[in-house]
């Protein structure tokens, strides 16, 4: 499962790899990004991964939105 229309570059000298745009799904999408906050995009990438997986074995999502 992939969306590559919401890819984009992470390395830059002046950010260090954090991103700051907020787009996706509230399902599978983590705290900082809903939070505004400054995040990493593999760790929120590994988050989803985590969500993904769990919906897979409990045949059910695990909450509406991140908190």
């Given at each position: 499962?992939a969306d590559?229309g919401?890819?984009?570059?992470?390395?830059?000298?002046?950010s260090?790899?954090?991103?700051?745009?907020c787009?996706?799904?509230?399902?599978y999408?983590?705290?900082?990004i809903?939070?505004?906050?400054?995040?990493?995009?593999?760790?929120?990438?590994?988050?989803?991964?985590?969500?993904?997986?769990?919906?897979?074995?409990?045949?059910?999502?695990?909450?509406?939105?991140?908190?």
């Amino acid at each position: 499962m992939a969306d590559f229309g919401l890819a984009t570059k992470t390395a830059s000298a002046n950010s260090k790899g954090y991103q700051t745009e907020c787009c996706g799904t509230d399902l599978y999408m983590a705290p900082e990004i809903q939070e505004g906050r400054k995040y990493k995009g593999w760790q929120v990438d590994l988050f989803a991964l985590g969500v993904i997986l769990f919906n897979m074995y409990a045949c059910e999502s695990a909450f509406d939105k991140a908190t």
